[in-house]
């Protein structure tokens, strides 16, 4: 059993103007409470008579959470998991109602969300936070559930993280799934907004650059979700148990110094998390492998080969010639998985024989 999470961000939807008068109310309390509380203000009488506008569980939680308090910072409302409710109704405006705790309203303030549907039966909800962007107002709901992962699956999806492409997957036995190949958008994302940056650098715009980088990466997180979603999907039509290799893994095919660079201009991190949490909630599980060696091993035979140019490899011995390099990488990954590999929680994986190439 393994326990996943997931944030799902909901907007409200068209609150009615009492309730977005609590709801400012609630929030503007509590912001001004925070920024007592960083001044050490908190013997003011004005500080008191804010704490009784506010539902204490809100105020207990936001100390807990923020401990250095900025000024002039908004922070999100937190919840406590107990203190909210969801709900799936027949009403015209939304399928989802959230009621979250506030000192306006007793009995807590019903807001309709905006939500990607999913399942409300079988997960628990957990502490969530509230927060305004501009004139809406968003909860991010987080949600988890026990997951028991298959132990038996009919294939392996091998994954290899790439610097030209974020991941290149293949599909063992083979002839399951031709090579796929994932996210080249996200290089060229990072190295148009890198040339923006440089431009408004020199301007000194240090607000625009912010502004920039948020949307960068909202454009990243856009095509991070859309690759893993991909990813997930042949990976439960496929019965297949994920195997990828880990950071360290990149850190051995890359020479040195560009380490650093290269890691933090690829999000592979992200993605990673990402594939996990999305493939442990659907019962799939994650591997993750030490890469060393995939990158300069031969897939077919085993021997090391070699790498006569950028993306290429080729192997003397078994004549596999003109190879692309990380397809390579991914069936050595795949294949560094065999039947009978004892996973860190002692199951035992039942394997189909794996055919290289
Ligand atoms: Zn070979």
């Known amino acids: 059993m393994v326990r996943v999470r997931k944030t799902v961000k ?27 509380e960083k001044f050490g203000l908190g013997s003011l009488p004005i500080y008191n008579s804010l704490k009784k506008k506010i539902y204490s569980a809100n105020i207990q939680q936001a100390l807990r959470f923020y401990k250095k308090i900025k000024p002039n910072k908004e922070y999100p409302i937190s919840f406590r998991k107990d203190l909210l409710e969801i709900r799936k109704t027949d009403n015209k405006l939304s399928k989802y109602w959230v009621k979250i705790p506030t000192k306006q309203r007793a009995g807590g303030l019903k807001l309709a969300i905006k939500s ?13 936070k509230l927060f305004r962007k501009k004139n809406n107002w968003f909860l991010n709901l987080t949600v988890q559930k026990e997951v028991e992962l298959n132990n038996t699956y009919d294939s392996i999806l091998g994954l290899d993280l790439g610097q030209k492409y974020m991941g290149v ?35 000194k715009l240090l607000k625009e650059i912010k502004r920039f980088g948020q949307k960068e990466q909202r454009k990243v997180t856009d095509c991070l979700h859309n690759i893993s979603n991909r990813i ?4 439960q039509t496929n019965n297949s148990v994920i195997v990828l290799g880990n950071l360290k893994g990149i850190r051995s095919s890359v ?26 909630w659907n019962g799939i599980r994650v591997i993750k492998l030490n890469e060393r060696g995939t990158s300069h091993t031969c897939s077919k035979c085993g021997i090391e080969g070699s790498r006569p140019r950028q993306g290429v490899f080729n192997c003397s011995v078994c004549g596999l010639k003109d190879f692309n390099a990380d397809i390579n990488g991914a069936f050595n990954i795949g294949n560094k998985l065999s039947s009978g590999y004892i996973l860190e929680d002692g199951a035992t994986l039942t394997l189909p024989e794996t055919d290289a190439i």
Do not use: W
């Open 232 to 235: 997930i999907e042949f990976a």
């Open 116 to 128: 990607q549907p999913f399942l409300f039966e079988d997960y628990e909800i957990c502490e969530s």
């Open 169 to 203: 997957s293949v599909m063992q036995p083979s002839a399951l799934m031709t090579p796929k190949f994932y996210g080249k958008e996200v290089r060229g994302i990072r190295r148009k907004y890198d040339y923006i940056r440089k431009q408004l650098g020199e301007k």
């Open 255 to 280: 020479k040195g110094r560009n380490f650093n660079k290269i890691v933090s201009n690829m999000p592979y991190l992200e993605l990673t998390q990402m594939l996990e949490y999305k493939a442990n």
């Open 10 to 36: 909901c907007k409200i939807i068209k609150p009615t103007e009492l309730k977005l008068k609590h709801l400012n109310k609630e929030n503007n309390n509590l912001q001004e409470l925070l920024q007592l």
